[in-house]
């Protein structure tokens, strides 16, 4: 059973920076896809981005590409995602997932171990 704990949330102003980090415990994420999602009020739940187990493969939504960063430290058991040129849209509650596979895959159901998420907020 994984555990996972995100970090770093917060309130930016639009065009800043943010870096969010997921540590895991309970089990070791080195076998494991790792990813972000997102929620805004009143969506669902949307694909942000994900990592392969060596880090090796990485896939990004459309609307974040370019402007956010996802690496993995498997030694320590962390993900972490850096999100520069923040935008309004991109306000959410932002969720790290672990897969039971060690490909990365983009789909929610793809992942079985989920964090409580951490807020972040983009004011314009």
């Known amino acids: 059973q994984v555990q996972l704990v995100e970090s770093g949330g917060g309130l930016v102003q639009a065009g800043g920076s943010l870096r969010l980090s997921c540590a895991a415990f309970g089990s070791t994420i080195s076998y494991y896809a790792m990813a972000w999602f997102r929620q805004a009020p009143g969506k669902d739940r949307e694909f942000v981005v994900t990592i392969s187990y060596d880090g090796g493969e990485t896939e990004y939504a459309d609307s974040v590409k370019g402007r956010f960063t996802i690496s993995r430290d498997n030694a320590k058991n962390t993900v972490s995602l850096q999100m520069n040129s923040l935008k309004s849209e991109d306000t959410a509650i932002y969720y790290c997932?672990?897969?039971?596979?060690?490909?990365?895959?983009?789909?929610?159901?793809?992942?079985?171990?989920w964090g409580q998420g951490t807020q972040v907020t983009v004011s314009s």
């Open positions: 997932a672990a897969s039971t596979t060690r490909i990365a895959r983009v789909g929610l159901r793809e992942y079985a171990y």
